[in-house]
């Protein structure tokens, strides 16, 4: 299963909610990202900025919309 960003479906600011879980949320089926029932997130950064060195920005914890 690939992702590609045309797929996505986007927010009117240009912003993607991604959703993960065991089911696809009703409508939003390509921007979910199955899951079993325990799982963990890994998040990698190709060609971080220097905010991050800096230690002046933080990824912005996960939460629960639904």
Known sequence: MGYEKAE???N???TVDLYFGPK???GLESNWIPTGEDYFLIFR???P????FKKTWTLPDVEKVL
């Open 45 to 47: 950064l190709y060609g």
């Open 12 to 14: 009117p600011d240009g």
């Open 8 to 10: 996505l479906k986007s």
């Open 49 to 52: 900025e220097p905010a991050l």
């Open 24 to 26: 696809a949320p009703q």
